[in-house]
Structure formats: C-alpha cells, structure tokens
C-alpha cells in the first residue's frame, strides 16, 4: 500500500527556513515522480516543485525559484522540500505527491495517483 507521510512543517517568521520531508513506503521510490503542491485558504492546490525518480530532474513553480529546492534521498524513501526566505504568502498546507515516473515532471494536480495527508506551513511575525 502506496503510503507518503509529511513532516516538518510548523511556524516560522518571515525570511526564515524550514524542510519539509516526504518519508514514502509500500512501492520503489526510483521509479516515482515526487512532488510537492500546496492549497492556502481558499485557494486552490497549486504545484511547487517536482523531481523525477533518479534525482537527475527537478521542476520549481516560477514563485519558489531561487528560495526552495527539492532533493531525494531514494536510500532512505525519503524525498525533501528545502524552504528560504519564505514569505507570508507561502502559508498553506503542504501535500506530497507521487506518480510513475515519466519523461517529463508533471505539474498538474491531475497528474499525480497518490496523495500525502499535509503538513502546515505558516509564515508569520
């Protein structure tokens, strides 16, 4: 049973850091896409990065360039969200996803077959 669980998210102040992690079991990590979307309220669930099952490949939404990176860890089933200098804005919760892996990252919600439950992220002084 294809299960992703989040960690890592909590409050923080503007132009603070935090790293969310993806901890994935029941399939092969090597051969998913990961990927990270996040929904604040009100708002739809939107794309923010992706990485592809070797790690070679790595997608960041226009908004996080530059501030965030994504990595894995396929040892470990574990795939990370490294988040800078966030912003007031980047409040949401935070969703890891999963899908076969493919040539190209997905970007689309409807892209990805398996879910994580979310984990919270606030930016706030």
């Known amino acids: 049973q294809v299960q992703l669980v989040e960690s890592g998210g909590g409050l923080v102040q503007p132009g603070g850091s935090l790293r969310l992690s993806c901890a994935a079991s029941g399939f092969t990590l090597d051969y998913y896409v990961i990927g990270w979307f996040r929904q604040a309220p009100g708002k739809g669930r939107e794309f923010v990065a992706a990485?592809?099952?070797?790690?070679?490949?790595?997608s960041h939404a226009d908004s996080v360039l530059g501030r965030f990176t994504i990595s894995r860890d396929n040892a470990k089933k574990t795939v990370y969200l490294q988040m800078n200098s966030l912003k007031p804005e980047d409040t949401a919760v935070y969703y890891c996803?999963?899908?076969?892996?493919?040539?190209?990252?997905?970007?689309?919600?409807?892209?990805?077959?398996?879910w994580g439950q979310g984990t919270q992220v606030t930016v706030s002084s």
């Open positions: 990485i592809s099952g070797s790690g070679r490949l790595t």
């Open positions: 996803v999963a899908d076969r892996d493919k040539p190209n990252l997905p970007v689309g919600r409807n892209d990805y077959q398996f």
